[in-house]
């Protein structure tokens, strides 16, 4: 019991040691820049303003075009399977282009509850884009 105690101290010490050191060398990546995110941005990146984008590709940035979209554009969608995005070529074949993207409620299958979902995923390019919603 006596060995046992002379070596728990100096064990936890060196384990606690151990810790520290490989929580400091952790907090550090390969080139020595700081990882932890309680630290705030280097200047430099801070004051950079975002390039200028005109207001009409800022709108449409990241959406699909309801009129243009393929089957596998619109099956990336949220809540559009296969089955779904087939029913929306299959609309916009018969009916000709959506006017506006509350035109995708006419689809069957598609009611307010997934066009809801969708609202801000897609639009339609035209002289209606206004009233999409």
């Known amino acids: 019991m006596q ?32 990882l932890s995110t309680q630290h705030p941005a280097p200047a430099e990146t801070q004051n950079r303003s975002l390039p200028a984008v005109p207001s009409a590709a800022r709108k449409t940035a990241g959406r699909i075009d309801l009129n243009s979209a393929t089957l596998e554009e619109l099956m990336t969608l949220p809540g559009i399977g296969e089955v779904r995005a087939r029913s929306i070529l299959a609309y916009r074949e018969t009916n000709g282009p959506f006017r506006q993207a509350a035109d995708l409620m006419n689809v069957s299958g598609i009611g307010e509850g997934i066009f809801a979902k969708l609202r801000d995923y897609v639009y339609v390019e035209d002289d209606h884009e206004s009233t999409d919603y």
Do not use: E, N
Not at 12 to 30: A, D, E, I, N
């Open 3 to 34: 060995k046992f105690r002379r070596l728990l101290y100096p064990a936890l010490t060196l384990c606690f040691l151990l810790g520290m050191l490989g929580f400091f060398l952790g907090r550090h990546s390969v080139d020595g820049l700081m």
